[in-house]
């Protein structure tokens, strides 16, 4: 009795991590789909020159970026070949941003 019982405890454990699995592919699909989302709102804040705008988004992204901050790094790769590349060219962008931001900075 207590061997079935233990097969039914880790089929429930398998299951549960897989969902739990399948949850975090999709929350971070949707992160880097936003975080891109973010950088378009960010470019066109600063082509209309809203201050406040830009730096409503530059906290999102930042927030975002840390979040996915595996993913943009290349340290995991995503499965799905469309997001890999959108991770890669959102840590493009993340790195290039934030190194822009520390020389402005500094000649300030």
Known sequence: ???????????AEADSSANHGKD???????TLIA???FWI???AALYKGNDSKMSGYSL???AFSL????ALCGI?????????????????????????????????
Do not use: P
Request: no cysteine.
């Open 41 to 43: 709102g960010y470019v």
């Open 67 to 70: 979040v996915n901050f595996n």
């Open 60 to 62: 999102l992204i930042v």
């Open 76 to 108: 995991t790769k995503i499965e799905n070949k469309a997001l890999n590349i959108l991770a890669r060219l959102d840590g493009v962008l993340f790195f290039a941003w934030a190194a822009i931001t520390v020389v402005s900075l500094l000649l300030k």
């Open 1 to 11: 009795m207590t061997e079935k019982h233990a097969a039914e405890s880790n089929k």
């Open 35 to 37: 975080l891109f989302l």
């Open 24 to 30: 975090m592919k999709f929350l971070q699909a949707f």
